[in-house]
């Protein structure tokens, strides 16, 4: 079923009629859910048909122990850094928590000194631990069924050291490590999804943070992977969309590519509750999944789905979504075919041209900044064309948050070669001859503007949907009487998008500019700063500007353009700016250890590493003298300065020593290990548990990097 142009002019000059504005918004509201919703080229599963305009209530409930890791961590996190330090039971008590091995670890570390301790204290002490005089330190009783408790612990930490307790776990020390809560995930969990008043139970789902760099904010995404099919799902993705001050730039970006025709996934909303805590309002998507590859494509378990991210590659980086797979000669074949196409006939043989142009011509349309051509959020699926029988690479787009004017310094008045075309990397471009003077170009944007991209659409359907999502934004963004938001957690450092209000919500869908400066420090101009033009600014003049330079006829929106809906609109602008605590403005803590190391430096200043997290040196890097504290002075020798420095024993003097400059130099755990320089320490024994570009251990409750020599 299609719906013309004029008809639907008509319907808006009808909403229009400030006589007959009751009326004509019913007229209008059904006339826009016929075009969004009723077409047989737009193929969504039933999850999306019954929740448009209808919000599910999804409740998750996980074991106790994982719900407590989860919420507290955050907490935690910000209690035990030593510039935001207080005293939190939950922290010393949490599950990631042994006390056994905290009083082991703060043994080992000369945090205690029981030189003293009085009778009843050793004893306490020998029911956790017991001295290895071989190797020089304390070791935790294993198959122990006695348990320190937090009033012993605290008890011996008064009275044999300088520290309080909560000074003494904060995170510099690592005596009981904080589990990162943004990557959080657990396949214990139990899903109720209600819809109607009706409720389906998944009894086992896996659940977890998701998203990339939403993580970093104060309201989360999540992933929820069933274990059966709800409604024609199995993937769903509740996304926090925090950047977006809207809340419905993602929504309608899916929509459009669907009315388009473009291979896209769907969306709608959802409110979470996790264990029975409301979490707030969230976007609910579907994800390029096997799942979503069988139900549009017909291909079960498909192997041929790639993720792609940032890297070298001119063309796609990208990984196969089967961890399992890590070698695919397909994939190589078809990088090795984009490395030699030399035209636009020899992509057509292995490369879905036309679906990847249309693309082209959306992002320049939607604003759609945030997807350079084969990097983040976008994905590549091969796919067997039912017309001319060949196995073709489709690439697919996701993530909308950043369109409509909301990605970096947006302007409505770029060409497409200004805005689209990839400076850096213009390989398919100019082999797809992408250009403003392409004619094919042209005509799409043409077509996508007289289908969807057009006012006459775009501004009733954003009212309508801003009216929908009124309540639900504000019961999303109004604090409670502690001043909390729901399902936000404390940080650190805390981002001007956490700031984004009910008011923002309504203003943002008209012409109010929202804007957020993030400050790095207190004491130079080391800030960013990011725009979000109001979504229906951004439609007006993108579409008046595309109808202007590519001299399109667009006569069809005369009667809105020239309303004072879209003519005689006053841009306002709000700023949110954030400023941080901690060290210097930074929102870390200052470094406190003697012997922390320089891992790197920026316009806040040196950066060394505490607890496996960064710390700022307040007044600066100040490199000890080695030989303060160097064991081969003694020997008439410098200690070694250089990591890579190869080690030799000496049978004589029964110590490894290095060569530098030609000289003799005393080995230290700087090149025993690859993350000594990174402030950790050297593991004792070769038990690898870990690997990235280097191997890790843990020992003694925190991380230690395996020694080279245990490859030997």
């Given amino acids: 079923m299609k719906f013309s142009i004029k008809i639907f002019s008509l319907t808006v000059l009808a909403f229009l009629n400030a006589n007959k504005v009751v009326a004509a918004d019913d007229e209008t509201s059904s006339t ?13 599963p039933k999850l999306f048909e019954l929740t448009d305009f209808n919000i599910p209530n999804i409740k998750i409930t996980i074991p106790e122990d994982e719900f407590k890791t989860f919420y507290y961590s955050f907490e935690c996190e910000k209690d035990t850094n030593p510039n935001y330090l207080k005293r939190n039971e939950k922290c010393y008590t949490a599950p990631w928590v042994n006390l056994n091995t905290a009083l082991t670890t703060a043994l080992n570390k000369s945090y205690l000194d029981i030189s003293k301790i009085s009778r009843k204290d050793q004893n306490v002490v020998n ?10 330190r304390y070791e ?14 605290e008890k011996l930490v008064v009275n044999y050291s300088n520290f309080t307790l909560p000074e003494i776990f904060a995170h510099p020390y690592g005596i009981a490590p904080i ?3 943004m990557y959080f995930e657990t396949e214990n969990g139990s899903m109720d999804f209600e819809l109607n008043k009706k409720v389906t139970t998944i009894p086992k789902v896996k659940f977890s943070v998701g998203g990339r760099s939403t993580r970093f904010f104060s309201k989360l995404s999540y992933n929820i992977n069933l274990n059966t099919t709800l409604y024609d799902t199995k993937q769903l ?16 970006a899916y929509d459009l590519h669907n009315l388009i025709e473009l291979p896209s996934l769907s969306a709608n909303y959802a409110k979470l509750y996790l264990n029975d805590n409301f979490m707030g309002l969230y976007l609910l998507r579907d994800g390029y999944k096997s799942q979503w590859v069988e139900f549009n494509y017909g291909e079960k378990s498909s192997k041929h789905i790639y993720k792609c991210t940032t890297g070298s590659n001119p063309f796609f980086d990208c990984y196969n979504d089967d961890d399992s797979i890590t070698d695919d000669p397909d994939w190589n074949e078809f990088l090795d075919k984009l490395s030699k196409a030399k035209s636009r006939k020899d992509l057509e043989e292995f490369f879905d041209v036309k679906t990847y142009i249309k693309y082209q011509a959306a992002r320049y349309l939607f604003g759609s900044l945030d997807h350079p051509s084969g990097e983040n959020n976008n994905v590549v699926y091969r796919y067997r064309d039912p017309k001319t029988n060949k196995d073709l690479w489709i690439p697919l787009l996701y993530d909308f948050d950043m369109n409509f004017g909301n990605f970096q310094t947006p302007k409505t008045n770029r060409t497409f070669s200004e805005e689209i075309v990839d400076k850096q990397n213009p390989n398919l471009y100019q082999l797809l001859n992408l250009n403003d003077e392409s004619e094919e170009l042209i005509s799409i944007l043409d077509e996508i503007m007289r289908k969807v991209f057009n006012p006459n659409i775009l501004i009733p359907r954003i009212d309508q949907y801003r009216n929908y999502l009124d309540r639900y934004i504000k019961e999303d963004r109004t604090p409670d009487s502690n001043g909390n938001k729901p399902g936000r957690f404390p940080l650190t450092i805390n981002r001007p998008e956490d700031q984004f209000s009910y008011e923002d919500f309504k203003a943002n869908c008209e012409y109010t500019t929202i804007k957020a400066k993030q400050y790095f420090n207190d004491f130079n101009d080391f800030s960013t700063l990011s725009t979000a033009l109001g979504l229906k600014q951004w439609i007006v003049e993108r579409f008046k500007f595309v109808c202007d330079h590519y ?11 020239s309303s004072p809906l879209a003519s005689n609109y006053e841009i306002k602008e709000v700023l949110h700016e954030q400023k941080n605590e901690g060290c210097k403005g930074t929102g870390y803590s200052c470094c406190i250890l003697e012997d922390t190391k320089l891992d790197t430096t920026d316009k806040s200043g040196d950066w060394g590493l505490e607890g496996g997290k960064y710390c700022l040196f307040e007044n600066g890097y100040k490199p000890k003298e080695v030989e303060e504290e160097c064991w081969s002075i003694s020997y008439g020798y410098p200690c070694c300065t250089q990591p890579n420095t190869e080690i030799h024993f000496s049978k004589s003097t029964q110590k490894e020593w290095g060569i530098e400059n030609g000289n003799w130099c005393g080995i230290t755990d700087l090149q025993r290990c690859p993350n000594y320089v990174n402030g950790y320490p050297c593991c004792e024994g070769c038990n690898v548990v870990y690997t990235d570009s280097t191997d890790w251990g843990v020992e003694h409750g925190q991380w230690c990097s395996i020694n080279y020599s245990c490859k030997k």
Avoid: Q, W
């Avoid at 075009?35 to 047989?40: A, E, M, Q, T």
């Avoid at 029911?127 to 020089?136: A, F, G, Q, S, T």
């Avoid at 993705?237 to 309608?252: E, T």
């Fill in 140 to 153: 935790e009783l294993t198959n122990n069924s006695y348990k320190l408790s937090l009033n012993d612990f």
């Fill in 179 to 181: 589990p990162s809560g």
């Fill in 237 to 252: 993705r509740l996304r926090a969309v925090v950047v977006d001050p809207s809340f419905f730039r993602d929504k309608l």
């Fill in 32 to 44: 826009l859910d016929n075009l969004f919703r009723v077409h047989d080229y737009i193929k969504r």
């Fill in 551 to 561: 001299k399109l006829d667009c006569s069809y929106a005369n009667a809105i353009l």
């Fill in 127 to 136: 029911k956790v631990v017991k001295y290895n005089n071989e190797k020089k």
